[in-house]
T-cell receptor
Framework: ETGVTQTPRHLVMGMTNKKSLKCEQH?????MYWYKQSAKKPLELMFV???????ENNSVPSRFSPECPNSSHLFLHLHTLQPEDSALYLC?????????????FGPGTRLTVT | GESVGLHLPTLSVQEGDNSIINCAYS??????FIWYKQESGKGPQFIID?????DKRQGQRVTVLLNKTVKHLSLQIAATQPGDSAVYFC???????????FGKGTRLHILP
């Protein structure tokens, strides 16, 4: 166990649905991240939160909406997704934000958009 | 554009042999590199790192080599075991405040 949990582990949703992914870290870290991992592509950084403030948004479509209510929790709200959004969504945390290198990853949420 | 990549998408190695996984990076200004391991159904796990002022760093059964002249990074795993089967990513960091850029990954198969 890495100290980072994600729920649900698997999610199937239609293009008109609204769902949320949840991430929780038990490591006392102050930075959290959302990544997208598609088949045969590198990990893509989506959002970075440092001390509960969003410090980076890598041109992610507005159908993905992050929320960081406190330093231990991170959400990714999903609405009107497209089939190409199907991927593994990984959450990570680190001590120090913005580019701290020793990130601890959760197991991911496998998302399928139908 | 600048990217971090891997030479081979898959690598099969006999159990007990040594494995070498390679990575190329394009930005000579990068000053920190990491290797991650991702097992099936899990997120990436930090293995070992190296700074640009070093050529070699050793961990337990793993060694990372950095050749700045040709911008090449490698991960050596000694006496590979079945538990080493995973996808291995290299990652590049330009400076302490920049984000991580990952390579695509190499899948390591351990043959019995």
């Amino acid at each position: 166990e890495t100290g980072v949990t994600q729920t649900p582990r698997h999610l199937v949703m239609g293009m008109t649905n609204k769902k949320s992914l949840k991430c929780e870290q038990h490591l006392g870290h102050n930075a959290m991240y959302w990544y997208k991992q598609s088949a045969k592509k590198p990990l893509e950084l989506m959002f970075v939160y440092s001390l509960e403030e969003r410090v980076e948004n890598n041109s992610v479509p507005s159908r993905f909406s992050p929320e960081c209510p406190n330093s231990s929790h991170l959400f990714l709200h999903l609405h009107t997704l497209q089939p190409e959004d199907s991927a593994l969504y990984l959450c990570a945390s680190s001590q120090g934000g913005g580019g701290s290198y020793e990130q601890y990853f959760g197991p991911g949420t496998r998302l399928t958009v139908t | 554009g600048e990217s971090v990549g891997l030479h081979l998408p898959t690598l099969s190695v006999q159990e007990g042999d040594n494995s070498i996984i390679n990575c190329a990076y394009s930005n000579s200004a990068s000053d920190y590199f990491i290797w991650y391991k991702q097992e099936s159904g899990k997120g990436p796990q930090f293995i070992i790192d190296i700074r640009s002022n070093m050529d070699k760093r050793q961990g337990q059964r793993v060694t990372v080599l950095l050749n700045k002249t040709v911008k090449h990074l490698s991960l050596q795993i000694a006496a590979t075991q079945p538990g080493d089967s995973a996808v291995y990513f290299c990652a590049e960091i330009r400076n302490r405040d920049d984000k991580i850029i990952f390579g695509k990954g190499t899948r390591l198969h351990i043959l019995p």
